[in-house]
């Protein structure tokens, strides 16, 4: 497995697993490989409808760009299986 691979799976399967939270804005973050464990391990940030202001005066009052979560998943470089997905905090 490539890198192009590796975030496309990584992508794909957080969008497939989240598909009825309509996640916006979805991208990569970070990616590496953990060559001592086999594994991929990518950071796909995305918003979500509930991080953006709801309310027109503090829509005005922020920088009108949604809040992001982000996602780190675990993927085998052997055969492209996701291990696993876990929160990871946001920068600031």
Known sequence: ????????TAKTYLTDLLS?????NVGLEEVELDE???DWVVTVGFSRP???PRNP???LATSNVPRRSYKVVRIS???GKVR???NREAPF
Not at 1 to 8: G, I, P, R
Not at 20 to 24: N, R, S, V, W, Y
């Open 77 to 79: 470089d052997g055969d």
């Open 36 to 38: 001592e464990r086999g």
């Open 57 to 59: 005066v503090a829509a």
């Open 84 to 86: 696993s997905v876990k």
């Open 50 to 52: 509930w991080d953006e």
């Open 1 to 8: 497995m490539n890198v192009k691979d590796a975030v496309s």
């Open 20 to 24: 009825d939270e309509a996640l916006t």
